[in-house]
């Protein structure tokens, strides 16, 4: 979980504040995650400091290839996750066919471990996907999303005291440690005016770096978490059943109530949806929004009022006009939030509009937080974002 908040909080950094974009960023990931991926099969034996650097690049690189379907190609959060849940299932399935278990703990060979890090790697990806789903698409937010998923591996932790197979538990609590990482942090970083605890993206990372140097020291000290021997794990394996009827139950439950949850909340939105186009509709003489700007009408965006994220644009752009570099550095921080809570309830009314909007915000945020900023450049894309926006909203 430490490590999907770090990974993630990396993987901005070399996106935006180094201005390496999408693919530059993956494309340095990706190198560093084959050596860490090098020396931890050279190693004969389990090592802590290897082990966790592996799993914090798979954690950064896994979220990487969600971030380049969905912003790169334009793919949707949905088919993402059904495509990461089917390749994962694929992944598990030929996994079992081939070693007869699915146990971390048999892990000593090299083919199971090549299984092990290419499923973790697609588990990376499906959590980003889930939960960035949960979370924007339809608009749970980070910290609802944060609960649900902490009673999802709260609800499994009980299961598997009464009875449920240890592997079968150990992998779905492993897969939710993503959207958990990842909404724990952000309720971390996020402004108080966004419903966090203001603690900045710098803060929470050093705390969870603090976090996982602390544990990985603990764990090479102690050797807490080195695992018993093959022999010791064949019998432990041998006095475990139901795992095949335990996972069809499971999976079958966890679709049922994922799928009903979705529609449901899909429903709600574009219910939503449907009543503000009504209301506005309705106003006598008009048949879209109208709004002033000084004296002359313009019509309002076919995503409704936009005024909110004008007001922190031009906030930016007056604070940066007077010299406060890292004052506008942080309000533009409140563009990003505000933009991603309402995405839920903006995309649905016209998402070639939205993306259009949402690919200038990334231009100013990239110009915003470069390391060595240029203010004829932030301007630039500050100006071209008020434009894309609109005039500015009072309604007449």
């Known amino acids: 979980m430490l490590c999907t908040t770090v990974g993630e909080s990396a993987a901005d950094f070399l996106n935006v504040n180094l201005n390496l974009g999408l693919t530059g960023t993956s494309v340095v990931t990706g190198v560093l995650l084959v050596t860490a991926l090098i020396f931890q099969f050279r190693a004969n034996r389990y090592i802590p400091s290897r082990y966790w650097l592996a799993v914090a690049l798979v954690s950064v690189f896994g979220t990487l290839v969600t971030d380049n379907l969905?912003?790169?190609?334009?793919?949707?959060?949905?088919?993402?996750?059904?495509?990461?849940?089917?390749?994962?299932?694929?992944?598990?399935?030929?996994?079992?066919?081939?070693?007869?278990?699915?146990?971390?703990?048999?892990?000593?060979?090299?083919?199971?471990?090549?299984?092990?890090?290419?499923?973790i790697l697609v588990t990376f990806a499906l959590g980003t996907a889930t939960g960035d789903l949960m979370a924007e698409v339809l608009g749970l937010g980070y910290l609802a999303t944060g609960i649900i998923v902490v009673s999802l591996i709260a609800i499994i932790a009980v299961a598997w005291?009464?009875?449920?197979?240890?592997?079968?538990?150990?992998?779905?609590?492993?897969?939710?440690?993503?959207?958990?990482?990842a909404s724990i942090g952000d309720y971390l970083s996020q402004?108080?005016?966004?419903?966090?605890?203001?603690?900045?993206?710098?803060?929470?990372?050093?705390?969870?770096?603090?976090?996982i140097l602390g544990i990985v020291t603990y764990f090479s000290v102690t050797k807490a978490d080195v695992i018993p021997s093959a022999s010791a794990v064949d019998t432990d394996e041998a006095m475990e059943r139901g795992g095949l009827w335990q996972t069809v139950v499971v999976v079958a439950l966890v679709l049922i109530a994922a799928g009903t949850g979705y529609f449901l909340r899909k429903s709600s939105l574009q219910e939503d949806t449907s009543n503000s186009a009504a209301a506005v509709q309705s106003i006598p003489g008009a048949s879209q929004p109208v709004i002033?700007?000084?004296?002359?009408?313009?019509?309002?965006s076919s995503?409704?009022?936009?005024?909110?994220?004008?007001?922190?644009?031009?906030?930016?752009?007056?604070?940066?006009?007077?010299?406060?570099?890292?004052?506008a550095t942080a309000r533009i921080g409140d563009l990003e939030i505000a933009w991603d809570?309402?995405?839920?309830?903006?995309?649905?009314?016209?998402?070639?509009?939205?993306?259009?909007?949402?690919?200038?915000?990334?231009?100013?945020?990239?110009?915003?937080?470069?390391?060595?900023?240029?203010?004829?450049?932030?301007?630039?894309?500050?100006?071209?974002?008020?434009?894309?926006?609109?005039p500015s909203d009072s309604h007449s």
């Not at 402004?191 to 976090?211: C, R």
């Not at 994220?309 to 930016?316: A, E, G, L, P």
């Open 292 to 300: 002033s700007s000084g004296s002359q009408p313009a019509q309002l």
């Open 191 to 211: 402004s108080p005016s966004q419903g966090g605890l203001g603690l900045g993206a710098t803060v929470t990372s050093l705390i969870f770096v603090v976090g």
């Open 341 to 390: 809570n309402a995405e839920a309830h903006l995309k649905p009314k016209d998402k070639a509009a939205w993306t259009k909007i949402d690919k200038k915000i990334d231009t100013v945020l990239r110009a915003l937080r470069a390391t060595s900023p240029n203010s004829n450049s932030e301007r630039a894309a500050l100006t071209a974002l008020l434009t894309t926006l609109g």
């Open 70 to 119: 969905t912003d790169s190609i334009g793919l949707p959060l949905e088919a993402s996750t059904l495509i990461f849940g089917v390749l994962l299932a694929l992944a598990f399935l030929v996994w079992y066919l081939i070693e007869k278990t699915l146990s971390i703990h048999s892990i000593f060979t090299r083919r199971r471990e090549a299984f092990y890090w290419l499923t």
């Open 303 to 327: 995503l409704g009022d936009l005024s909110e994220f004008r007001k922190i644009t031009q906030d930016t752009l007056d604070l940066l006009n007077a010299g406060n570099q890292s004052g």
């Open 161 to 181: 005291r009464f009875g449920l197979n240890s592997v079968l538990s150990f992998w779905i609590i492993y897969i939710m440690t993503r959207p958990l990482g």
